[in-house]
T-cell receptor, first 113, second 113 residues
Framework: GAVVSQHPSWVICKSGTSVKIECRSL??????MFWYRQFPKQSLMLMATSNEGSKATYEQGVEKDKFLINHASLTLSTLTVTSAHPEDSSFYICSAGGVYEQYFGPGTRLTVT | QQQVKQSPQSLIVQKGGISIINCAYE??????FPWYQQFPGKGPALLIA?????SEKKEGRFTISFNKSAKQFSLHIMDSQPGDSATYFC????????????FGTGTQLKVEL
């Protein structure tokens, strides 16, 4: 089946620094990837749609200057949390897929101290 | 109009019993309805999915029932096992919506011995 990986699986950073999270589709090409955020015991909140070769599309209320997305190739999308603050601490998950099926990465736990 | 409502929020079932989780949607343009299973600290995994031209789909112990007129669909887990204890999310998508998934709020299932 389709496999999506994320790196790192967890990261701790200090307030004010930036953190980059990678999302890779390992056995298929993805022109579109999605980035989600999930708080404990809550559902997934779509942050943005990452489009290969073009600008990402952000959901309402998501700061595009804070959450930078780059989809440089058909197998890699990156999410950079800039000037991170403790309230950015969360579980970040990416997904990729075909016309219908979406496959999710294992997630990245970000803790900002 | 984009919401997907899911119930119950939590569910406790005895081993061997049937777990039933329900979802309702509003947007009649949705044409793909997947269910995801998520274990703590992991990304969601696609469990089973259905399209509106089918009223039921079964894969092993997992069955989706779909009622197009009522705009409802449900997940049935037969012979529930402790290993099924996880959070389950229903979702909906429309092909013209760029594969963007709208998630339900999640159901935390616990299967007791």
């Amino acid at each position: 089946g389709a496999v999506v990986s994320q790196h790192p699986s967890w990261v701790i950073c200090k307030s004010g620094t930036s953190v980059k999270i990678e999302c890779r589709s390992l056995d298929f090409q993805a022109t579109t990837m999605f980035w989600y955020r999930q708080f404990p015991k809550q559902s997934l909140m779509l942050m943005a749609t990452s489009n290969e070769g073009s600008k990402a599309t952000y959901e309402q209320g998501v700061e595009k200057d804070k959450f930078l997305i780059n989809h440089a190739s058909l197998t890699l999308s990156t999410l950079t949390v800039t000037s991170a603050h403790p309230e950015d601490s969360s579980f970040y998950i990416c997904s990729a897929g075909g016309v219908y099926e979406q496959y999710f990465g294992p997630g990245t736990r970000l803790t900002v101290t | 109009q984009q919401q997907v409502k899911q119930s119950p929020q939590s569910l406790i079932v005895q081993k061997g019993g049937i777990s039933i989780i329900n979802c309702a949607y509003e947007n009649t343009a949705f044409d793909y309805f997947p269910w995801y299973q998520q274990f703590p600290g992991k990304g969601p995994a696609l469990l089973i999915a259905i399209r509106p031209d089918v009223s039921e789909k079964k894969e092993g112990r997992f069955t989706i029932s779909f009622n197009k007129s009522a705009k409802q669909f449900s997940l049935h887990i037969m012979d529930s096992q402790p290993g099924d204890s996880a959070t389950y999310f229903c979702a909906a998508a429309l092909r013209g919506g760029g594969n963007k998934l709208t998630f339900g709020t999640g159901t935390q299932l616990k299967v007791e011995l």
